[in-house]
Each structure stands twice: as C-alpha cells, then as structure tokens.
C-alpha cells in the first residue's frame, strides 16, 4: 500500500527565518513519482516540483530546494528566507504507473510566516 | 489559456437532494480525477477515469457518481446518499504516462442548508 506521512501539522516562523517541512513516504512499486504541492489560501493546488525514484539529486529553485532520499523514504522541502507570501499549506504526494497516476497525498503542513 | 474550470465556486444543497459540480479541462488531457478536501485533511480521491467513457472509483466514492461523455469534461454528481457532503471538491486532470504533474482547478466549495 502506499501512503505519504506529513507528521508537521502547523509550522509558524517568522519572516527571513528558513524552513524545512518534511514528507515520508511509502511504496512497494520500484517506478514512482513524488510532487510537492502549495495551497494558499484562495484554495487552489499549484504545483512546485516533481522528483522520479531514480532521480536523488536535490533541486534548488530560487527560495526553494528539496532533499530526496530514497534510503529514508523522504523528501524533504526547505523555504530559505521564508517571506509571507509563502504562507499556505503544503502538500506531499505519491503517485506510480502501476496505480493510474492516482495521487495518493500527505496531510498537509500549515505554514505561517508572520511579519 | 489552457486550464481546469470548475464551477460553481460554490454551492450549497437542500436535504434530499442531488447536485452537479462540473469540471471543464482545455488542456487535452486523456485522464481526469475528483479528489475530496476537509479541513485539516488531504486530498482523497473519489472517482478518476483514464479515457472517455470509462471511470473508476475512487477510496471514497459512495454516495457520488460520475460520467465522461467527452473528453474534456468530468461532472461530478453528489447524490442524497452522500450524509457528510460539506466539503471542497477539487478537479485535476493529467496527460497519461510518465508521472506527470496533475493540474488541478480552483475548487468548489459545498456547504449544506
């Protein structure tokens, strides 16, 4: 079965600070893919980065860099210089071939970057 | 632009009775998803379909149903069956193959009367 575990419900820091909110995941299928996602406030899910289970190179975009690791089954998501603007929810999903594509998400972690 | 379009933004239902949500994607996508969102929660999936009349259910999928008469279109009915409705519902499509990213619209928010 898979399943993605989120254990950060809500993280509050203050502008500048970094960040990290972690993901766990598990998964029996050798081929999968796993996504970070934000959802601020309005509601809708835009999508941040894309990583394959053969790919363990971390990634840094501007503010935004992730720490995938397959032999923990995680990948991480780190703000540097969080600003307000960051505030959302963050999610974690897992998806493989062999299960349709169907996304299979963590919980979430709240973030709040206060001024 | 290409995109999802939900609609409506928001809705709300009578005891007893069925409402559609739609969902709308210009962007050619074979496959199309309806997740489920309740405060505090992630996403759940209650019903997906990889190509034209053709769906599966989801974890969730009592008490809604679904077609897909055309390709670009996916409505989502949530039937008097369904007793916890009050939900935001999000639409996501996904070109097939390869993992790529689902796009999702902006949502529709179900509240009851």
């Known amino acids: 079965a898979q399943k993605v575990t989120q254990a950060q419900t809500e993280i509050s820091v203050v502008e500048k600070e970094d960040v990290t909110l972690d993901c766990v995941y598990e998964t029996r299928d050798t081929t999968y893919y796993l996504f970070w996602y934000k959802q601020p406030p309005s509601g809708e899910l835009v999508f941040l980065i894309r990583r394959n289970s053969f790919d363990e190179q971390n990634e840094i975009s501007g503010r935004y860099s992730w720490n995938f690791q397959k032999s923990t089954s995680s990948f991480n998501f780190t703000i540097t210089a969080s600003q307000v603007v960051d505030s959302a929810v963050y999610f974690c999903?897992?998806?493989?071939?062999?299960?349709?594509?169907?996304?299979?998400f963590g919980t979430g972690t709240r973030l709040q970057v206060f001024p | 632009d290409g995109g999802i379009t939900q609609s409506p933004k928001y809705l709300f239902r009578k005891e007893g009775q069925n409402v559609t949500l739609s969902c709308e994607q210009n962007l050619n996508h074979d496959a199309m998803y309806w997740y489920r969102q309740d405060p505090g929660q992630g996403l759940r999936l209650i019903y997906y379909?990889?190509?034209?009349?053709?769906?599966q259910k989801g974890d969730i999928a009592e008490g809604y149903s679904v077609s897909r008469e055309k390709k670009e279109s996916f409505p989502l009915t949530v039937t008097s069956a369904q007793k916890n409705p009050t939900a935001f519902y999000l639409c996501?499509?996904?070109?097939?193959?390869?993992?790529?990213?689902?796009?999702f619209g902006d949502g529709t928010r179900l509240s009851i009367l």
């Open positions: 996501a499509s996904i070109s097939r193959g390869g993992g790529q990213p689902q796009h």
């Open positions: 379909s990889q190509i034209v009349n053709d769906f």
């Open positions: 999903a897992l998806s493989a071939p062999e299960s349709t594509d169907k996304l299979i």
